[in-house]
């Protein structure tokens, strides 16, 4: 596609439900990286792939946060035991790995928790 | 690692009038600074960048200033217009250090017509 796509564009869940957000990033993109946003905050790192390898999963809040990129192109993020507190627009970006380092924005999935 | 302040957090002006907004960062080995806005249920989009061997750069009625001593660096928006409103990210980034992108909390800019 011409963008980074990432679905669902929103996601209600319950307390204690697992969720998968997916990106599917700029064709071509090597690296992929997840932030989550709060309300009225900037974009906040979680996890930051090259290739197919999680190269910095620093921002992970948890162990109920894990991520996958298994063929180096899509990636899911993977959220077990939500709590209140996930709710938040999960944003996924990629770019081209080179120096360059701009970063392209998908739209966001906006998880709500309740 | 980086901690990267901006402000002001909100900032209205005239259509036409010029705004600014500031942001520090706190690593030195950040290298690369970009600007993004975001409109209201979009993704953060890329404005305008500057590296850190450059001090100005001048996309049309933007422009971005970077002083490397102090740690800082601004946008400027002149001749404002309505569309300019949104939300405003700056970042710090180095490839030195984990390859991670640093964001401001933003700035709400409102145009008034």
């Known amino acids: 596609g011409a963008g980074v796509s990432q679905t669902p564009s929103n996601k209600v869940t319950e307390k204690g439900k697992y969720v998968e957000l997916r990106c599917d990033p700029i064709s071509g993109h090597t690296a992929l990286y997840w932030y989550r946003q709060s309300l009225g905050q900037g974009p906040e790192f979680l996890i930051y792939f090259q290739g197919t390898g999680a190269a910095d999963d620093s921002g992970l809040p948890n162990d109920r946060f894990f991520a996958v990129r298994p063929e180096g192109s899509v990636s899911t993020l993977k959220i077990q035991r939500t709590e209140r507190g996930d709710s938040a627009v999960y944003l996924c970006?990629?770019?081209?790995?080179?120096?360059?380092?701009?970063?392209?924005f998908g739209e966001g999935s906006r998880l709500t928790v309740l | 690692g980086e901690n990267v302040e901006q402000h002001p957090s909100t900032l209205s002006v005239q259509e036409g009038d010029s705004a600014v907004i500031k942001c520090t960062y706190s690593?030195?080995?950040?290298?690369?600074f970009p600007w993004y806005k975001q409109e209201l249920g979009k993704g953060p989009q890329l404005i305008i960048d500057?590296?850190?061997?450059?001090g100005e750069k001048k996309d049309q009625r933007i422009a971005v200033t970077l002083n490397k001593t102090a740690k800082h660096f601004s946008l400027h928006i002149t001749e404002t217009q309505p569309e300019d409103s949104a939300v405003y990210f700056c970042a710090a980034y180095s490839t030195y250090g984990g390859n991670q992108f640093y964001f401001g909390t933003g700035t709400s800019l409102t145009v008034i017509p």
């Open positions: 500057i590296r850190s061997n450059v």
């Open positions: 970006a990629s770019s081209s790995g080179t120096n360059t380092g701009e970063l392209f």
């Open positions: 690593d030195s080995a950040s290298n690369y």
